[in-house]
């Protein structure tokens, strides 16, 4: 069976085009989210494989929503999507519990690179 | 990877985060020492840029940086908008938004900002200077002086030093990564430099640790080159093995199944466009299809003609609730426009929005932009008094706009409204008997006679011609434009009090249901939007009302207009009681006296190129069920 993503971007053009990516690698996206609280949310209902994470979202940003779900799963399996500049973020992002990280601008091919590492 | 699929979808949410952008800048400008606006403008640029990188606009990515760069800074250091620095923002979105839009169409290039981004780039350095901060990230510690991978002795394990490759995007997160996959091998200490250092945006991604673990090093090469972008893994003598058992990551999440899928997806317009264009065509076969049915008198055919009706019906209500908009799309941008004139004038003015949600057809509130604002432009300049004169005449000092969208019957309304000094119906009065408009010795204007004196091309009773409404109302633009989606306009005005616009419109352009009404040979198609009721000539009392005829119905006197003699039609003779259409637009009525009425039916509104000299009594054109093409009359028109 194919792994099931949660794709979490405040932005529909970042969840598009991540969707795709991962789709024609043959991913199942199941849910999408807006804000680092719908992330925890939904990863509370829909339990994916992995989730792919924003850092910048309005409500509860992504590095919040990785403890909350860290704290929920332990063994929760986040990448997180990240610009440029972010270092601090993405330091912060690892040690809450993240498992790697992309940068944007995104090439299908590191993507989908750092989605094999995060399942291993 | 193809991006241009993605170009449509780039466009369409930059615009919804750049008009958020100026909602959040005009409500900064309200309460400057208010911080809440300035984590959403962070957040829409940070936005914007990310997806401006993925499209590969570098000027857009680099021009948004700079900006965020900025905003950045006023976060974290939490300090009130002053004027200069709103402006500067406001300028900057403008400049954000036209690079999108040129971006998108291939014209990167053109793009002018360096002006923009210098003066962005001096507002932050001056804002820096006290505390270096990194853009998008944290407060950064200082700079770590060069860190050397250096050997403590005293530490246990295997020496392991690390690059990572020199092109790999922010290394210090990697560099953590790298650490936390050795520490599942085994214990690690003496990471050098220190983990804080990987903060730094200039960490070089070259450390060391010391790692006691079982493993053999090729082991523990290959894990660690695993964590992707490691150029090298160097692994030293075995000095002190310890115990630390490699430690397995935990087994997979469970899966789940289906559910909690988005329920939204984004359509390009032109798909919708394109689907209503076949709906329409399904429409007008449907129609062909029911008259075949009666005719044939077959009862297998009649139900399956009533079934491909019923259907067609369905998906024709279902697309036209798809292609509703609400207002607040086309509505959004106008408080800044408002806020930007009122500056430029030097005038005080509140700008309210009511009704943002009500929705229309997205074709025709693609249109309504440039009508409404040519109102509110009106409203603002000639209308609101600067605050002297309002003081003076006893009213506030802070002149009120409102633009309001309601529903009504089978049309939406939207009113801009100001509470100004009115339209100066004597100086009106004097330019419309000079122009001929109205009888010379008239003494007043009702609301309809000004609207036709206003609409009068490039009429302007304004002493000065202002930048902002240019020469005369523009009211014959807005009309124009109007009795295009089958709309119309009307006007109350009173001095001292204000000026209100009403604009009425059809909910939807595309399919709408009319009466067929003949006059001579031909069939003429009248929108039902507009239509009261139809009564018969010889059934209502006749009267004639400022020499025109007119009837007399609900005790209301409704002016008669006859269509035969309008369009000059002499063939045949009219019938003895001819059918009277009554149409019906907010205070006004009119009685249209056609041949005949063929009952109602549903009509696909095609575009109507007006050859010059057409009476500007037609709105469009429609295909009927057998083919031959008929004239949608414009009820405005006719009122």
Redesign the interface.
């Known amino acids: 069976?194919s792994h099931?993503v949660l794709v979490c971007d405040?932005?529909?053009?970042?969840?598009?085009?991540i969707t795709d990516?991962l789709a024609q690698a043959g991913f199942e996206v199941?849910?999408?989210a807006e804000t680092g609280s719908q992330a925890v949310e939904?990863y509370r209902?829909?339990?994916?494989?992995l989730v792919t994470m924003d850092i910048?979202?309005?409500d509860m940003g992504g590095i919040d929503a990785v403890r909350e779900i860290v704290k929920q799963?332990?063994?929760?399996?986040i990448l997180?999507c990240?610009?440029?500049?972010?270092?601090?973020?993405?330091?912060?992002?690892?040690?809450a519990g993240a498992?790697?990280?992309v940068?944007?601008?995104?090439?299908?091919s590191r993507v989908l690179?750092?989605v094999q590492?995060v399942?291993? | 990877?193809d991006l241009s699929q993605?170009a449509e979808?780039?466009l369409a949410?930059s615009r919804e985060h750049l008009s958020a952008c100026n909602q959040l800048l005009l409500e900064w400008e309200k309460h400057p020492s208010g911080l809440a606006p300035v984590g959403?403008l962070?957040?829409a640029v940070?936005?914007v840029?990310?997806?401006a990188?993925?499209?590969?606009y570098a000027r857009v990515t680099d021009l948004a940086?700079r900006m965020e760069s900025l905003l950045d800074l006023l976060r974290r250091g939490a300090r009130p908008a002053t004027d200069e620095l709103l402006q500067l923002l406001f300028r900057a979105r403008d400049a954000l938004e036209h690079a999108v839009e040129l971006s998108v169409v291939g014209r990167e290039r053109e793009l002018e900002v360096a002006e923009v981004v210098a003066d962005l780039d001096h507002a932050a350095s001056r804002m820096a200077a006290p505390r270096p901060q990194?853009?998008?990230?944290?407060a950064?510690p200082p700079p770590p002086a060069s860190p050397p991978p250096v050997e403590l002795e005293s530490a246990p394990g295997r020496l392991v030093q690390v690059t990572l490759r020199p092109e790999a995007?922010?290394?210090?997160?990697r560099a953590?990564?790298v650490v936390?996959k050795a520490q599942g091998l085994g214990a690690v200490h003496a990471i050098t430099p220190p983990?804080a250092a990987?903060?730094?945006?200039d960490?070089e991604g070259r450390f060391s640790l010391r790692l006691d673990s079982p493993l053999p090093a090729d082991r523990i090469v290959a894990a660690l080159t695993?964590?992707?972008d490691v150029e090298g893994v160097a692994v030293g003598g075995d000095e002190a093995p310890g115990s630390g058992a490699p430690v397995e990551?935990?087994?997979?999440?469970?899966?789940?199944?289906?559910?909690?899928?988005?329920r939204h997806i984004?359509v390009a317009l032109r798909r919708l466009d394109g689907l209503m264009d076949l709906i329409g065509e399904l429409v007008t076969a449907r129609g062909r299809l029911n008259q075949l049915a009666a005719e044939r008198r077959d009862p297998a055919i009649d139900d399956l003609a009533i079934q491909v009706s019923r259907l067609s019906s369905d998906l024709q209500a279902e697309i036209i609730q798809a292609r509703m908009t609400p207002v607040w799309q086309v509505f959004d941008r106008f408080p800044r426009l408002v806020r930007d004139l009122a500056r430029e004038l030097g005038k005080e003015v509140s700008f309210r929005v009511e009704g943002k949600e009500i929705e229309l057809d997205r074709a025709i509130l693609d249109e309504l932009g440039d009508p409404l604002m040519h109102l509110l432009r009106n409203a603002v300049d000639h209308g609101i008094e600067p605050a002297s004169e309002r003081r003076r005449r006893g009213k506030p000092p802070e002149g009120e706009v409102v633009l309001t969208a309601a529903r009504e019957r089978a049309s939406v309304a939207i009113t801009v409204t100001d509470d100004g000094r009115g339209i100066d119906r004597k100086k009106t009065l004097e330019r419309a008997k000079r122009d001929g408009v109205v009888d010379p010795h008239a003494d007043t204007l009702t609301d309809d006679q000004l609207l036709r004196v206003l609409a009068r091309p490039g009429f302007s009773t304004a002493e000065t011609v202002t930048s902002v409404s240019g020469r005369g109302v523009g009211i014959d633009v807005v009309m124009t434009r109007l009795r295009a989606l089958g709309g119309t306009i009307d006007i109350r005005s009173e001095p001292g009090r204000g000026t209100s616009f009403t604009l009425r419109l059809p909910v939807t352009l595309a399919i709408v249901r009319a009466i067929i009404a003949s006059v001579g040979p031909e069939r003429y198609a009248l929108p039902l939007t507009y239509v009261a009721e139809t009564v018969e000539f010889g059934t209502v009392k006749t009267t004639v009302v400022e020499g025109r005829e007119a009837i007399v119905l609900h005790d209301r006197v409704v002016p008669l207009v006859h269509l035969r003699r309008l369009l000059g039609v002499t063939q045949d003779a009219p019938p003895p009681r001819s059918p009277i259409i009554v149409l019906e637009m907010g205070e006004r009525r009119s009685g249209v006296v056609v041949d005949g009425m063929l009952g109602q039916q549903e009509i696909v509104v095609k575009g109507f190129d007006a050859p010059p000299g057409t009476l500007p009594v037609f709105s469009g054109a429609t295909i009927m069920a057998d083919g031959i093409p008929a004239l949608i009359l414009d009820a405005g028109g006719l009122l």
């Open positions: 069976m099931t405040d932005a529909i053009f970042m969840r598009t085009m990516i199941v849910g999408e939904k209902e829909l339990k994916p494989d910048v979202m309005p799963d332990p063994d929760a399996k997180m990240s610009a440029m500049g972010q270092q601090a973020l993405v330091v912060e992002a690892i040690q498992k790697d990280f940068v944007k601008p995104f090439q299908p690179e750092a590492r399942l291993g | 990877m993605y979808l780039f949410e959403g962070f957040r940070h936005t840029k990310g997806m990188a993925t499209m590969g940086h990194g853009p998008g990230g944290r950064t995007p922010l290394k210090g997160g953590l990564l936390k983990p990987f903060e730094a945006d960490f695993a964590v992707g990551p935990g087994a997979a999440g469970v899966l789940a199944e289906g559910g909690g899928r988005s984004r």
